[in-house]
């Protein structure tokens, strides 16, 4: 924990406060913040130094910027009980919050307009760490006839598996296209328990304990906050219900951003179960379960948990 002197020196500058209740509730890079707050980039960056000096602020890089966030080294509560008492004696923070949001939307939009555009051949294209062998060894951990949620189910080719065995499967995608194609695919085939829903990752359009197993098949380094979208899991699923996950096991291939829209470059086998613990599930399990021959050799991880009854 950084000294209370140092704290309340460099908070002591509204702009700064202003910053930091924003950090509060989000990653933002110095121009989300620039645009935000209408402040020039030198300007924000003398100030986020000053914060981070101060062990308030840390950063993590993300292509060719950086995200800002919150330091959670918070022992007793002090900046964040800190941060609510000066919040109503900001005027700027109510809009800056409002701002915030749109800011992030855009970055939200950044990603379905990519899943947009390549709707409907998905499956012929090249996605990285989609494999048959990966499907295999989690479809060995599948329990009879379920109601299963696939979220960010794309066009669905993955539900259309589930459902030879599922009692129903919902499939989530935020891609209004992409469910279009979805649901074309499955009258075309003739599948009747396939339902598609539109939304987030981490806001599912689905009651509380109406599923027996979520998957996210290559889906969740695609979410803005993969933690969230597995609180939503865990708020779905039912007592004793478990979630799946194959993803990308984590990598340095900064391509991967622009070219498939990926968010985090994967996550290690350590991040994936603290992640799961911390949202709520029980006896985690992770594997590496391929290797991709190909550079950059992208690796699978699949990662096993339950809710607990």
């Keep these: 924990m950084p000294s209370i002197v140092k704290i309340f020196r460099v908070v002591s500058d509204p702009n700064r406060l202003r910053i930091l209740l924003l950090l509060q509730g989000e990653e933002l890079s110095v121009a989300e913040l ?29 292509g ?27 005027p700027e923070a109510t809009t800056d919050q409002a701002t915030m949001r749109r800011v992030v939307k855009k970055r939200q939009d950044r ?23 990966g499907v295999a060894e989690a479809l060995l951990r599948l329990m009879p006839p ?3 949620a696939d979220l960010g189910a794309g066009e669905g080719a993955f539900a259309l598996l589930l459902a ?16 279009e194609v979805g649901r074309e695919l499955v009258q075309r085939h ?4 396939v339902e598609y829903r539109q939304g987030d990752m981490e806001e599912v359009p689905i009651d509380d304990a109406a599923v027996d197993l979520v ?20 708020r779905i699923l039912k007592p004793g219900g478990q979630v799946i996950i194959l993803d990308l096991l984590q990598h340095r291939y900064e391509e991967a951003r622009e070219a498939y829209a990926d968010e985090w470059l994967g996550f290690s086998e350590t991040e994936m179960e603290s992640m799961l613990t911390r949202t709520g599930f029980a006896n985690p399990e992770t594997s590496v379960v391929h290797k991709e021959p190909e550079m950059p050799q992208f690796q699978t991880l699949l990662a096993v948990a339950q809710k607990a009854i």
């Design 34 to 62: 620039q645009e935000i707050l209408a402040m020039g980039q030198s300007t924000i960056s003398t100030h986020l130094s000053q914060l981070r000096q101060a062990g308030l602020v840390e950063d993590r890089r993300v």
């Design 64 to 90: 060719k910027s950086s995200l800002y966030k919150l330091t959670f080294e918070d022992e007793g509560g002090i900046v964040e009980k800190l941060l609510e008492q000066a919040r109503p004696e900001i």
């Design 111 to 133: 990603m379905r307009s990519f899943f947009d555009s390549v709707a409907g051949r998905l499956g012929k294209d090249y996605v990285p760490g989609k494999s048959w062998k």
């Design 146 to 148: 379920m109601v299963i």
């Design 164 to 179: 030879q065995r599922a009692t129903k499967v919902i499939a989530v995608d935020t891609s209004a296209r992409m469910i």
């Design 190 to 193: 003739g599948v009747t328990n």
């Design 215 to 234: 998957f996210f098949s290559q889906s969740l380094h695609h979410a803005l906050h993969p933690e969230g979208a597995l609180r939503e899991a865990w």
